[in-house]
């Protein structure tokens, strides 16, 4: 073979160089496309997972280093969306519509993004069943509950959720403040139904019936709805006048057969209480004959030179007498009451002084004493003067006063000195 002469000025090696170069720069720029580049032909797809929530949101498909934006959410759930993560359980990364250029690390390559939602913990318990068990969820506010489908218990059917095992209400609709454990609620599922009414028993308004399967406990209602002028509702019982003992509002009652229940009412009162000679103000007191009212003491109110001694329903003292304290409740066929209160003259104690009067030794102790509480006047143990017997005590140094023998009982009338009297 003849070797070709190579043109002036473009040898061989340079045309074997600019090959070179421009296969390195293709390789250039497709590596550069995968770690930031500009060339644009690597191609990849984000799928949207909902992560406990429902319904479908579209995969998308980016050409990296495009801008391309990430999906809305089109996910339902009972919380609130708060972005798209990499992980069921991670830290948000980005928020709906967020656009992104470079996500992926080679051609083709999936990204997975999770929902992540925030709300409260709800979980749910099957409270004796068995079968399908809502898994928990998240949700905050009013929400609409599992309707109970796939669970079972033998003998009973669903009604729906409560916050405690023993309802005994169920519900399907429930406001979620803060994590909460729901109880299935199951009643019998066999026999006629039977109703519970409700009878005012002589107040206005009413309070619907309610009729549950034989067996189920009801939670007995309050009174709103009704009233009754001048009277307290106290609960309720199967007399009308409360003989039969009184079942309160919001007791668990099971309904066994057709039954009535009457409204049990506590007449309501004031009591008023009256210085009686004694001067300033206690308030009045409004109770019910169901629950009383306790009896207070008199800190409104003062006497000089007596002491307050209790209540007494007449003024002079002759009626029913009660003490602070106690609880008080009136004949109902009285109504209001009024209470009067009892005083007693304060006792006054009196200091006595006890003068040796020459004698010497050491002078006994000053006592105090008063109406009801004498003073019994001391011997000569300690004292003595010498050439002198000890004769008594008198009011004056010079026995010109009242005496009185060692030994006596004395009741003071005011503050005084007692002089030893010697002979």
Excluded at 182 to 195: D, K, N, S
Excluded at 299 to 310: C, H, I, N, V, W
Excluded at 407 to 422: I, T
Aim: charged share 15%.
């Amino acid at each position: 073979m003849k070797n070709k002469a190579l043109r002036p000025g473009r040898p061989y090696g340079l045309r074997y160089a600019a090959g070179f170069f421009l296969a390195l720069c293709v390789a250039w720029f497709a590596a550069c496309d995968n770690f930031g580049g500009s060339v644009e032909w690597v191609s990849y797809s984000i799928v949207y997972h909902a992560n406990d929530g429902s319904g479908r949101t579209e995969t998308s498909t980016h050409r990296y280093g495009t801008p391309h934006n990430i999906q809305e959410n089109m996910f339902g759930h009972y919380g609130l969306f708060l972005g798209w993560a990499g992980s069921p359980r991670g830290g948000r990364v980005f928020d709906e519509g967020d656009p992104v250029r470079r996500l992926a690390t080679s051609a083709g390559q999936t990204i997975n993004l999770y929902a992540m939602w925030d709300g409260f913990i709800i979980t749910f318990d099957a409270n004796g069943g068995f079968g399908n068990i809502p898994r928990p969820m998240l949700g905050s506010g009013d929400l609409a509950l599992p309707p109970g489908t796939g669970l079972f218990k033998a003998g009973y059917v669903f009604i729906g959720w409560n916050t405690t095992p023993d309802g005994p209400e169920g519900f399907l609709e429930f406001e979620v403040t803060g994590d909460i454990t729901l109880f299935a609620q199951w009643e019998p599922a066999f026999g006629e139904p039977v109703t519970i009414t409700f009878n005012v028993n002589g107040g206005i308004g009413g309070s619907p019936s309610i009729t549950r399967n034989p067996g189920v406990a009801v939670r007995l209602p309050n009174d709103e709805g009704f009233s009754r002028v001048g009277h307290v509702f106290s609960g309720w019982s199967t007399t009308p006048d409360g003989s039969a003992g009184i079942l309160m509002a919001g007791s668990s009652f099971v309904l066994n057969e057709n039954i009535s229940l009457f409204a049990v009412w506590a007449l309501r009162f004031t009591v008023t209480f009256n210085a009686n000679g004694g001067t300033g103000n206690i308030p009045p007191e409004t109770g019910a004959t169901d629950v009383g009212v306790t009896l207070p003491y008199a800190l409104g109110f003062s006497r000089p030179g007596y002491y307050f001694a209790g209540w007494n329903t007449m003024a002079n003292g002759a009626g029913e007498a009660f003490v602070p304290g106690q609880n008080f409740v009136p004949d109902p066929a009285l109504g209001n009451v009024t209470l009067y209160a009892l005083w007693s003259p304060a006792l006054a104690f009196f200091v006595v002084h006890f003068d040796l009067n020459g004698g010497i030794g050491a002078a006994p102790y000053t006592k105090a004493g008063g109406a009801g509480f004498p003073i019994r006047l001391p011997c000569d143990a300690g004292f003595s003067r010498p050439g002198y017997d000890f004769a008594g005590w008198n009011t004056a140094a010079d026995g010109s006063g009242e005496s009185f023998a060692a030994g006596q009982d004395f009741v003071p009338a005011g503050n005084l000195s007692l002089y030893a009297m010697w002979e």
